[in-house]
């Protein structure tokens, strides 16, 4: 779990996954370490531990005998440029195949650049790649095989093992004769274009990926760089397993047709790529589904559209009233606030002071006359004209001008609650402890590289030193 964001896990880290909470745990990474399942190194700004490939290996064989999978290991069959097969037996004495993944290999380096399992990430461990590899190749073939596709039965997986059924045969690249050369060719043309038709393209569709049985008949292995027919490249890469076989067959048995598929033909029947999430489906998928929510905006916007210019209209006869009525209601409420704490207003330019019942009168009337501008803009742009001047010219009292200008500040009244307040205070909190804790473990971590440079200098002078007297 560690390893999936680390390339080397600290040790407070692996104490919180695994949950110690008596301590004990360096005692017990030493232990493993002994045992090479976990290696510990140490770098120039930190250190920890890195899960190594017999570690995950132990790990998913426990996981898989405890759940009654598999009994027994028996020797390696075969080595693939990024597996390891297996044979295997339950309890019952089943014989089986676990296949183990092994991304990272030194023949099998630009995994990240070939495949998209680690999708949007930057990095990723190889074991964690591993482990996606597997799982999408449980998920292919599971797909496959409850489709009668020629493909083993898969029993479970776990980690970075997949345990599926043991296919009796050869690989096709091993086998010099077949019985029906033309039949055989015809039978892999047809599962690749029935793949195709399933919204799926091998990949890696070859002799090495092909077993021959006793009657035969070809065995298909090896999924997880399957691709859907929706993929940028699916053309070519189809073209390409078309090659592979032509190829195989003129080159192997001096057997060429001019009978091949083409990309073309295609017709689409399933959506094999959609329910295993093959990669190059998710593009098309979010384009269909975008174009869909457009159509269904357009339509609502379409039987609201009218609705809403009605309500428009009625709105704008009555938006400079509303306004007017919001802004009386206000100027009252803080006068009545200013009389109730008996404050006076005083001004910068003056020593004078003015109370509060003229401060009313200023401020309405300077209030009202605003409101008389607003009212004069608003007949200007009704279609009534001047409609309603009167009754309202009435109500208002002549507006009082004074010869200075006057201004006076108010002061601001606090509307975040305290709980939201102690909430972000605990937050920032939280956040200078997280960030003075990991200054403390880079710290440490210097302080220990440092240690290690000046021991293994004072080791060098003392051999020079040694050798010099000798």
Request: glycine share 4%; net charge negative.
């Amino acid at each position: 779990m560690g390893m999936k964001n680390h390339e080397l896990v600290p040790i407070h880290l692996v104490a919180s996954i695994a949950n110690f909470k008596s301590g004990g745990c360096r005692e017990r990474l030493k232990e493993l370490a002994g045992r090479r399942l976990v290696v510990h190194e140490r770098k120039k700004r930190y250190e920890g531990y890195r899960l190594t490939n017999a570690g995950y290996d132990f790990l998913a064989l426990k996981a898989l005998m405890s759940k009654d999978v598999i009994a027994t290991v028996e020797n390696q069959v075969g080595t693939g440029k990024e597996s390891d097969i297996f044979l295997v037996f339950d309890k019952d004495n089943k014989e089986m195949v676990l296949k183990i993944h092994r991304l990272g290999r030194i023949s099998f380096r630009k995994i990240k650049e070939k495949r998209d399992y680690h999708q949007h990430r930057q990095s990723a461990s190889w074991l964690y790649l591993s482990r996606l590899a597997a799982v999408k190749e449980f998920h292919f073939m599971q797909a496959l095989y409850e489709r009668n596709f020629p493909v083993p039965k898969p029993y479970e997986f776990n980690r970075h093992c997949v345990v599926m059924e043991a296919v009796k045969g050869y690989p096709l690249c091993q086998v010099s004769e077949v019985s029906d050369v033309p039949a055989l060719y015809e039978e892999l043309m047809d599962l690749l274009v029935r793949l195709a038709n399933h919204g799926l393209i091998h990949g890696d569709f070859n002799e090495f990926n092909l077993i021959l049985g006793d009657d035969d008949h070809a065995t298909l292995i090896d999924f997880p760089q399957m691709i859907s027919t929706s993929h940028p490249n699916a053309e070519w890469y189809f073209d390409r397993d078309v090659t592979c076989i032509r190829e195989f067959f003129r080159r192997k048995f001096d057997y060429e047709s001019e009978l091949y598929p083409t990309f073309k033909e295609i017709e689409r029947n399933d959506y094999l790529d959609i329910t295993t999430a093959a990669s190059g489906y998710s593009k098309e998928i979010k384009d269909d589904l975008k174009k869909t929510v457009e159509l269904k905006e357009e339509d609502e916007s379409e039987d609201v559209s009218d609705e809403d210019h009605n309500e428009n209209e009625d709105n704008s006869k009555n938006t400079w009233k509303n306004a007017r009525n919001l802004l009386e209601r206000y100027l009252d409420d803080s006068v009545g606030a200013l009389i109730d704490s008996d404050v006076f207003v005083s001004f910068e330019n003056d020593e004078e002071s003015i109370g509060l019942d003229q401060f009313e009168k200023l401020n309405l009337s300077e209030e009202i006359t605003s409101l008389n501008m607003e009212k004069d803009l608003a007949q200007e742009n009704s279609p009534d004209g001047n409609a309603g001047c009167n009754e309202d010219a009435e109500s208002v009292d002549k507006p009082v001008k004074f010869k200075k200008t006057k201004t006076f500040s108010t002061r601001s009244v606090l509307t975040i609650p305290p709980e939201e307040i102690k909430a972000r205070l605990q937050k920032q909190r939280m956040k200078r402890q997280e960030k003075e804790r990991k200054r403390r473990l880079i710290t440490k971590g210097e302080a220990g590289a440092t240690n290690l440079v000046k021991r293994e200098n004072r080791d060098t002078i003392n051999q020079v030193m040694e050798f010099c007297e000798w």
